[in-house]
């Protein structure tokens, strides 16, 4: 049974940080792009960062230079490493898992049930 159980999310003031994790298992982790995503209420899930097999990275303009995207074969769990946070990074950030070469937004492969970031002072 595929499973991507996201943790790490929460309440943090502007300028801070937190770093997202995902355990995923059912299916050969080190062979999917794995990425995270965001959505807030009344728009569509947005990319915000990805990363390949080869752990090529992509990130969306918004989040260059303050978010990193990194993965750990051997623990079956990707992270996003978040800093500098502001209010408009507010969402709820889902993982995904799906089969291809490069990073690129999808609705297929697997979700986890997302996480709650809130930036808020």
């Known amino acids: 049974q595929v499973q991507l159980v996201e943790s790490g999310g929460g309440l943090v003031q502007p300028g801070g940080s937190l770093r997202l994790s995902c355990a995923a298992s059912g299916f050969t982790f080190s062979s999917y792009v794995l990425a995270w995503y965001r959505q807030t209420p009344g728009k569509q899930r947005e990319l915000v960062a990805g990363i390949t097999s080869g752990s090529n990275t992509n990130y969306a303009d918004s989040v260059k230079g303050r978010f990193t995207i990194s993965r750990d074969n051997a623990k079956n769990t990707v992270y996003l490493q978040m800093n500098s946070l502001k209010p408009e990074d507010t969402a709820v950030y889902y993982c995904?898992?799906?089969?291809?070469?490069?990073?690129?937004?999808?609705?297929?492969?697997?979700w986890g049930q997302g996480t709650q970031v809130t930036v808020a002072s």
């Open positions: 995904n898992a799906a089969r291809g070469a490069i990073v690129v937004p999808t609705l297929r492969g697997y």
